[in-house]
């Protein structure tokens, strides 16, 4: 396994709870079903999409990342690129003031152009570009 996968493998191992921007109401398109999988597969899942409240399926949805009633391990985003940034800021904030967010981890095809930088600073791991469904499978092995 190279250095980046091994990072995903262990970061998502290590994690219980997760908070899903941007997850969908819409069944059928990843941010939906991703999400859905992973609280069948045992993770702890909340939605953040002030759209989609107060549940998708069985995830209960919150508005914000700091309407999140338990500590976060992974921050997982399915929003464009374009909004990572304020998203990642969001999360940082949470950290300050809730000392929780092991892990911001965008997917497949989302990235930041700041986004490895901030979370350095701020402790925070980083993955970016990367489907938490797909890391899941060798997680299951």
Same mark, same amino acid.
């Not at 091994?6 to 079903?33: C, M, Q």
């Given at each position: 396994? @190279?250095?980046?996968? #091994?990072? +995903? =493998?262990? !970061?998502?191992?290590?994690?219980?709870?997760?908070?899903? &921007?941007?997850?969908?109401?819409?069944?059928?398109?990843?941010?939906?079903?991703?999400?859905?999988?992973?609280?069948?597969?045992?993770?702890?899942?909340?939605?953040? @999409?002030?759209?989609? #409240?107060? +549940? =998708?399926? !069985?995830?209960?949805?919150?508005?914000?990342?700091?309407? &999140?009633?338990?500590?976060?391990?992974?921050?997982?985003?399915?929003?464009?690129?374009?909004?990572?940034?304020?998203?990642?800021?969001?999360?940082?904030?949470?950290?300050?003031?809730?000392?929780?967010?092991?892990?911001?981890?965008?997917?497949?095809?989302?990235?930041?152009?700041?986004?490895?930088?901030?979370?350095?600073?701020?402790?925070?791991?980083?993955?970016?570009?990367?489907?938490?469904?797909?890391?899941?499978?060798?997680?299951?092995?």
């Amino acid at each position: 396994m @190279n250095a980046e996968l #091994t990072l +995903a =493998v262990e !970061t998502l191992k290590a994690a219980k709870n997760i908070a899903v &921007v941007g997850l969908s109401r819409n069944p059928g398109k990843s941010a939906h079903d991703i999400p859905l999988f992973m609280a069948s597969a045992g993770y702890n899942i909340i939605g953040v @999409n002030p759209h989609a #409240t107060p +549940a =998708v399926a !069985t995830v209960p949805v919150v508005d914000t990342l700091l309407d &999140v009633p338990f500590t976060i391990d992974i921050v997982n985003v399915f929003r464009p690129s374009e909004d990572t940034d304020a998203i990642i800021d969001q999360a940082i904030t949470r950290k300050t003031q809730q000392g929780d967010v092991s892990c911001i981890w965008l997917q497949q095809g989302i990235t930041s152009k700041h986004g490895a930088v901030k979370c350095a600073a701020a402790g925070i791991t980083y993955i970016e570009d990367t489907c938490i469904y797909v890391i899941q499978q060798y997680v299951r092995v």
